[in-house]
């Protein structure tokens, strides 16, 4: 059993240490001008996004709470058949709870959120991360591998919403891959601009024709996928002026980098 801050997990999880950054490597993070016009555009995305599943998810929630009083009901009058019938009680209401998290999933996204930056270790966000996806990883017999800088450079964000949007990654990045030849990678690096995290796989990669619908709602190339993860992630990064780049090889994998401004850092 290998440790690694919080996280722990039957495969082994590798910390390294990075190495310093050349003088002359390139950044990057784009220009303060391009990065007002791409977080203005993926706010109205977001905004038309956010209209169009409340309306759906309202519409959704009325005749859902009907089903759970009508649930309700039942179980009270059959309390004679109770034995018989139960299985049946309990697949009902384990959906009814089923569609209502996805409602209350789908009114999540692209909704303003109350956002608290205070300074935050970038190692500390990684750990926490880690922590969350443990179980996933090793149910799928995928290797969790870290890389994180011996003095951790802190930067401001939410913690509570920014390890969420990195573990919705991260999650996503598990799903890519396949069971017991997976390896995930988060790794903190520093740019002349500031600090980079990088979320990568070696899963099946992602054509360059998917990459711009990547977080548009409910897009997924994944069955049974609700297309509302990485979305919820883009939103809660954006909320947080942070950017997200994706690099992807068919066949090789994926890098999702997590590009904070250079006023972030503490």
Request: a negative charge; hydrophobic letters at 40%; charged letters at 25%.
């Amino acid at each position: 059993m290998a440790t690694t801050g919080k996280a722990t997990m039957a495969r082994p999880v590798h910390v390294r240490r990075p190495n310093a950054v050349a003088k002359g490597e390139a950044a990057r993070l784009m220009p303060d001008g391009a990065r007002v016009r791409q977080l203005t555009r993926e706010a109205d995305q977001l905004a038309l996004a956010d209209r169009i599943t409340r309306t759906i998810a309202h519409e959704v929630r009325n005749p859902l709470t009907n089903m759970r009083l009508a649930l309700e009901l039942l179980h009270d009058e059959m309390k004679a058949e109770r034995k018989s019938v139960q299985p049946y009680l309990d697949i009902l209401n384990r959906n009814v709870d089923r569609i209502e998290q996805l409602i209350v999933d789908i009114l999540g996204v692209g909704h303003k959120r109350e956002v608290d930056l205070v300074p935050c270790l970038v190692n500390d966000l990684i750990n926490d991360v880690m922590s969350n996806i443990a179980d996933r990883l090793d149910l799928r017999d995928i290797i969790g591998e870290v890389e994180l800088p011996e003095d951790p450079p802190t930067v401001f964000a939410d913690p509570e919403l920014m390890t969420l949007a990195i573990t919705n990654i991260a999650v996503n990045a598990i799903e890519a891959m396949e069971p017991g030849k997976g390896l995930l990678r988060l790794a903190v690096r520093s740019t002349m601009d500031g600090v980079v995290i990088d979320v990568s796989d070696n899963g099946k990669g992602i054509p360059p024709e998917s990459i711009p619908k990547l977080f548009e709602p409910f897009y997924s190339d994944r069955p049974g996928g609700m297309g509302l993860g990485l979305t919820t992630a883009r939103s809660l990064l954006l909320s947080q002026h942070v950017l997200l780049d994706v690099q992807s090889t068919v066949g090789k994998g994926s890098t999702f980098s997590l590009q904070f401004p250079a006023t972030s850092f503490a």
